[in-house]
């Protein structure tokens, strides 16, 4: 009897064993699928962000060249001040 008892016990510590193991695989994948839906739910907002820098960068660089040809147009003024002042005088 007492050898059909520890096999008993035994298989009853395998059983739990298992079950704790097999539940422990559904809690991980339970989490996987988690931070998958939560990655496609972020996508969109993810979209909308990579949409706004790339305006902001676009804009950025509109102000750049327009800085840019202030600068040309504040030089060539200034050219033109200099022959109008060597021609009138």
Do not use: T, W
């Not at 907002?45 to 600068?71: P, T």
């Amino acid at each position: 009897m007492g050898h059909r008892r520890r096999d008993a016990r035994l298989r009853l510590g395998i059983g739990a064993q298992l079950q704790h193991q097999i539940g422990a695989q559904f809690f991980l994948r339970g989490r996987v699928l988690q931070l998958i839906a939560g990655a496609i739910d972020q996508k969109p907002d993810l979209v909308v962000a990579l949409q706004q820098q790339r305006a902001e960068l676009g804009r950025q660089c509109q102000l750049a060249v327009a800085a840019l040809v202030e600068q040309g147009l504040d030089v060539v003024r200034e050219l033109n001040d200099l022959v109008q002042a060597k021609y009138a005088g």
